[in-house]
């Protein structure tokens, strides 16, 4: 508890810094359903390079977050663990993903006992093409299911971070995405 108040508070005054020293422009891109998601190639933490253009014939789900250890950030990524069998009903893979550096989101993987990867953009370069690199210099709350010929089929701007899960199971029926057999 005290690290998470302690990393919240050290993102809030990182993130002031940022913004009034203008470190991080405001986003160039900004991605709509339909649009062909930018590819990346990011490490996770379970130790592997996870290509989206390796993906290609699923449908994808990428949640990206603020940081690593905040309070809204774990009960987001608690949210799909605990949601994680009725994610897994459906033919996707899925991912969260922040600017974090890998030793970071490894670290706070293994705290959750996450049972899927957390990516690391620590270049923030993927945030950059996805268009969710805030002026803060973090990534925005927002998730995107990506569809298997690599258009975006859904974005969710207005992430509830305790929910996240079950709304994104939500999702997956209403878009009608294929359930496993």
Known sequence: MLR???TTAAAIA??????VAGTYAA???TL???DRAPD?????????VHRLSALTGQTVIVAWFPKAFTGGCTAECKSLRSNGDLLRRFSVQYFAASVDNLDTNAEFATSLELDYPVLSDPSRETARAWGVLDTSGFA???????GPDGRILAIDRQVSAGSHGSDIGRMLTVL????RT
């Not at 990182?14 to 913004?19: F, Q, R, T, Y």
């Not at 990346?40 to 130790?47: E, H, K, N, P, Q």
């Not at 009608?176 to 359930?179: L, M």
């Open 27 to 29: 986003p160039g891109t």
């Open 40 to 48: 990346f190639a990011l490490r996770g933490s379970d130790g592997r």
């Open 176 to 179: 009608g995405v294929q359930e």
């Open 140 to 146: 925005q709350r927002w998730t995107f299911i990506v």
């Open 32 to 34: 709509n359903v339909g």
């Open 14 to 19: 990182e993130g002031i810094a940022n913004k």
């Open 4 to 6: 998470r108040i302690l």
